[in-house]
């Protein structure tokens, strides 16, 4: 019998088209992810929240102080007002998000009244805002 020997050629596998397309992955990813960072003029201390990052986009921010002082977008308003208000910015773009700031030291009732303004004036979404576990302000 008659053994051929068989010539051993390297057998492996091109990694470089692999981390090519993970590194194309991971810039893609990078740039897609974007995160709401809501800083307002007006000093809230948010309640916290696991799920306070929220996405980057035109929001309507209604804040109410610990002292019961509504404001929109940084700007003092009259809570007989708010709903027309809402209802004028919501005009502007109809994908507007409406972010609730409320401080947690104020009543449960009084934004749960807020929230009632804020839908008669149209709005579709409402956010409220957080701040995220152990971040204090």
Known sequence: MKFHHINKKTIGFDLTPLIDVVFLLLIFFMLTTTFINVESGVKVDLPSGDFAE?????????????????????KLIDPDKLSESIREEIGKNIDS???LEADQNISHG????????????GAERIAIATKPSGESQ
Not at 54 to 61: A, G, K, L, P, S
Not at 110 to 121: E, N, T
């Open 54 to 74: 929220v996405t980057e986009r035109q929001n309507v921010v209604v804040s109410i102080t610990e002292n019961n002082v509504l404001y929109m977008n940084n």
């Open 97 to 99: 998000l409406v972010v």
């Open 110 to 121: 009084k934004v749960v009244r807020v929230m009632d303004l804020i839908k008669k004036g």
